[in-house]
């Protein structure tokens, strides 16, 4: 079970941000499209081939798996199979497969396949050919390399992403904020330090403190010196934990939308999903997940040293140790703070991690404190048990992000508020003891902290039990935007459904059109599917009276979804050349919508609006997510006036 999360994990992240580059390391192809007659066209993909490699022909079947693919973003495109191979080649029997014999190629070759098109034909053609390498007990399946091709005869794409007459540094007015991608830090993290005290009080850690602590104070020669190792310890704890997010400022170095990208990709909620089911389930006693025991001795065998190295090492086994109970919990910190960019992860988790380190620290200067600590026993058994429901009540927000993006109707608003009403009932009737799992103490008494939690998941079941019934009360303000939307439900006429504001979905150029018909300003909303303060802006701040009207007479409203995964016809696909001068590939509808909003206003976060005129002028700074209807009121106002303003301007 270990092994396999492990390995789901790494292969998802890695076909989630490397999939689409070209590989460098194995092959290098040359790619050609030439007109066979009116739509079709031939493709061929030829190499020099890799003296230390073997390559598998493109038709070869292994284990009812082919060995080569040709993925075109438009699936309308149809692809003749099997490809025409040119090359000297030979059988090679593998040893993996049972010594079946494959066709492989060690010098050159070339394969070519077919397409026909039924719509029109683009100017340059983007796709991914995916080939199979390997030597001997060595085997490399469907190995990526991204390619744009040009084709005779095609329809050229316009491109609308960068639009030159935008001044982000100059608008009409000076309203707005500041900076809208920054906004969100503190709390983000508290929130890392709140997962941190949870994780203290868990079977893998707590027990660590008093041990821990009572390692330094007794090792160094004075007190003074074990307060200092001790400090020192924590401060590794710290260290550690923000350095777990040096990987996302690599990636989201090479593309500022990737993170979006990771934490609205359909497959990889899905995993999330299965994942936190897993760790849930771990929770609940049936089984351990860890790191590799054989790293825990290695990083172990380290920390004898008598050094700040030892110490840090010391620090990385407690890391190390307690994965089985931190990882679940780091897990949703990253997760959830995943879109939000690089950044904000290293907040969150430098507020994780000093949470951790805190009593450490504190209880080595203060050892008297330790006595005042409550014994590690069933209690510690029992927190962990109930954040393994609370990872069941996660793992279906995940599946919900699938659902959304996608629209598949699985999860409506009342499936998804109603698995966590059963939750919360399963908390309640575990803490009363009437729930039991393996490892569990009996419950002999009721401590006034376990009534406590009682009370407080109780009142939180019922506060959310309302949200099944289509009546005023189903709006549950305070968890507004966990939920699917309002509007996402299974009644037909869902009462809090707000019909008022009706944007133009994905359409920026009708919403130009429009706007120049009717003389108004254009309001561009830059949202997501599963984006949760896009969704409390509009049950919270659009619903408000004076928002509503203005939005509604004042502007022409777009809602460009960054995470929308609708494929763009192949005429319409393009490689983009970002401001950075790196290259980008635009495939899909929100390819190009978290293109548009990173090039144009220089973010990556949603929600964020901006307020333009019909001619394609800012008018106003963007706005952020704004929970207050007020703020967002008088910001609208300001980019009336403002759009007024500049059109005076043009008269004169």
């Known amino acids: 079970m270990k092994h396999f999360l492990w390995s789901l994990i790494v292969l998802l992240f890695i076909n989630s941000t490397v999939v689409k580059g070209q590989d460098s390391t194995a092959y290098q192809w040359e790619v050609s499209g030439k007109k066979v007659q009116d739509k079709v066209y031939e493709l061929t993909f030829t190499t020099t081939g890799n003296p230390k490699w073997q390559l598998y022909g493109v038709n070869e079947v292994i284990s009812d798996v082919p060995a080569a693919e040709l993925e075109l973003a438009d699936s309308s495109i149809q692809i003749t199979r099997p490809f025409k191979e040119t090359g000297d080649n030979k059988a090679f029997k593998n040893p993996i497969f049972d010594n079946a014999s494959f066709k492989i190629y060690e010098g050159k070759a070339a394969f070519t396949a077919t397409v026909t098109f039924t719509g029109d034909v683009p100017a340059k053609l983007l796709g991914t050919f ?39 540094k100059h608008p009409v007015s000076g309203c707005g904020d500041e900076n809208t991608g920054g906004k969100g830090m503190l709390s983000i993290f508290f929130l890392g330090m709140l997962g941190g005290f949870i994780a203290l009080f868990t079977p893998c850690v707590f027990p660590l403190i008093p041990l821990t602590v009572s390692f330094f104070t007794k090792q160094s020669k004075d007190k003074k010196k074990g307060v200092s190792n001790a400090i020192m310890y924590g401060f590794s704890i710290f260290l550690i934990y923000i350095l777990l997010s040096i990987p996302f400022h690599l990636v989201s170095g090479v593309n500022p939308e ?11 909620n899905i995993t999330f999903f299965l994942i936190f089911v897993f760790f849930a389930i771990s929770f609940f006693g049936y089984f351990e997940i860890g790191l590799p025991s054989g790293l825990a001795n290695k990083i172990d065998s380290k920390s004898g040293m008598s050094s700040l190295g030892g110490i840090f ?36 988790l430098a507020g994780f991690g000093l949470a951790l380190a805190l009593p450490f620290a504190l209880f080595a200067m203060f050892p008297g404190w330790l006595q005042s600590l409550p014994k590690a026993g069933g209690w510690l058994g029992s927190v962990k048990v109930v954040l393994g429901f609370l990872e069941l009540a996660m793992a279906v927000k995940f599946l919900s992000n699938a659902d959304l993006v996608k629209q598949w109707g699985i999860l409506k608003r009342e499936v998804f508020i109603g698995i966590w009403v059963i939750v919360g009932i399963c908390i309640v009737l575990y803490l009363l003891g009437k729930i039991k799992f393996p490892h569990d103490s009996p419950v002999k008494k009721f401590s006034k902290t376990r009534i406590a939690f009682i009370v407080l998941f109780s009142a939180a079941t019922l506060y959310v039990i309302p949200g099944l019934t289509n009546t005023h009360s189903a709006n549950l303000g305070l968890i507004s935007g966990f939920p699917p939307p309002l509007c996402y439900s299974l009644y037909k006429n869902p009462v809090n459904c707000e019909k008022g504001i009706e944007p133009l979905r994905n359409d920026y150029q009708e919403a130009l059109a429009r706007a120049k018909k009717e003389n108004k300003p254009v309001l561009i909303d830059f949202t997501g599917w599963a984006c949760v303060n896009c969704r409390r802006m509009e049950e919270n701040v659009w619903t408000d009276e004076k928002v509503g009207e203005l939005i509604k007479d004042k502007f022409i409203i777009v809602s460009l979804y960054v995470d929308e995964r609708r494929t763009l016809p192949a005429t319409q696909q393009v490689d983009f050349t970002t401001k950075t001068g790196s290259q980008k590939k635009i495939i899909t509808v929100g390819d190009k919508w978290a293109t548009f909003q990173s090039e144009n206003f220089d973010a990556v976060a949603q929600p ?12 106003t700074k963007t706005k952020g997510y704004t929970p207050s209807a007020k703020e967002f009121a008088q910001w609208l106002e300001c980019g009336v006036d403002a759009y007024k303003k500049g059109q005076g301007t043009a008269s004169k």
């Open 130 to 168: 995916r080939y199979t390498y390997g030597k001997g007990d060595e085997f490399y399946p469907l190995n990526a390399c991204a390619f744009s091709v040009p084709l005779e005869g095609g329809v050229a794409a316009t491109n609308d992403i960068l639009v030159k007459s935008f001044d982000l």
């Open 258 to 268: 990737i993170l979006n990208n990771i934490s609205t990709n359909i497959w990889l």
């Open 313 to 348: 090492f010391m620090a990385m086994t407690l890391a190390i140790v307690s994965f089985s109970c931190t990882g679940p919990i780091l897990g949703s910190l990253l997760a959830g703070t995943a879109a939000e960019g690089a950044w904000p992860l290293t907040v969150g």
């Open 608 to 619: 964020q609006y901006a307020i333009i005129s019909p001619d394609q002028k800012i008018l």
